[in-house]
């Protein structure tokens, strides 16, 4: 597709249980993050993905989260263990080059929407 | 490590009246400022940003934002608001070559026909 997709859009769990979102940048960026969105707080950085160098992962919350990204494409974001304060909309982003940031050009998905209950 | 405080978090204009949107920042090292704009259900788009140079920027849509070292400012204006500006901003900073975009908290703007 043209923009970066995302799914589920929406996802509604009981706490306790894991969960996968998954992410499909645009072809040919090489940069992926996920930031998480709360309400009235911004938005939280969780973690950079570039090329085949080692993730930044100084952003995930706790160990129940963890992110991988298969061939320097398609990203997925697992939670275990979700709990109430997980929910939140989880947003991943793409750029063209590594240096995202200094370029400033990230491109957002719609977002998947987690609810834990 | 880079900060961004953005002044309210609500902002209601008359359509035809100008927008200001407040955004200050802390950084160490020279900053890259963006802002930022989500519609209802969409994801993020960038509105303008500023690199070096200039530092008066022009962006999307008849936005622009003013880089202020002093005031360590970046605040968003448009002279004259559109029903469909109604959405909310997101002011942004990154240190010099970095790739983490740290963001405000958004301010949500409504606009009054």
């Known amino acids: 597709g043209a923009g970066v997709s995302q799914s589920p859009s929406n996802k509604v769990t009981e706490k306790g249980k894991d969960v996968e979102l998954r992410c499909d940048p645009i072809?040919?960026?090489?940069?992926l993050y996920w930031y998480r969105q709360s309400l009235g707080q911004g938005l939280e950085f969780l973690i950079y993905?570039?090329?085949?160098?080692?993730?930044?992962k100084s952003g995930l919350p706790s160990d129940r989260f963890s992110a991988e990204r298969t061939g320097g494409s398609v990203s997925t974001l697992t939670i275990q263990r979700t709990q109430q304060e997980d929910s939140a909309v989880y947003l991943c982003?793409?750029?063209?080059?590594?240096?995202?940031?200094?370029?400033?050009?990230?491109?957002f998905g719609e977002g998947s929407r987690l609810t834990v209950l | 490590a880079q900060s961004v405080t953005q002044l309210g978090s609500h902002v209601s204009v008359s359509e035809g009246a100008l927008v200001l949107l407040r955004c200050n920042y802390s950084s160490s090292v020279p900053p890259y400022l963006f802002w930022y704009v989500q519609y209802p259900n969409q994801g993020l788009q960038l509105l303008l940003k500023?690199?070096?140079?200039?530092?008066l920027v022009k962006g999307i849509n008849g936005f622009e934002a003013e880089f202020k070292k002093s005031e360590t400012s970046f605040h968003l204006t448009k002279p004259s608001a559109h029903m469909s500006d109604a959405a909310e901003y997101f002011c942004a900073v990154s240190d010099l070559g970095g790739y983490k975009l740290s963001f405000g908290a958004g301010t949500t703007v409504t606009v009054r026909a």
């Open positions: 993905f570039q090329g085949n160098s080692a993730p930044d």
């Open positions: 500023y690199t070096t140079g200039a530092t």
């Open positions: 072809s040919g960026h090489t940069a």
């Open positions: 982003a793409s750029s063209l080059r590594g240096s995202g940031g200094a370029d400033g050009e990230l491109f």
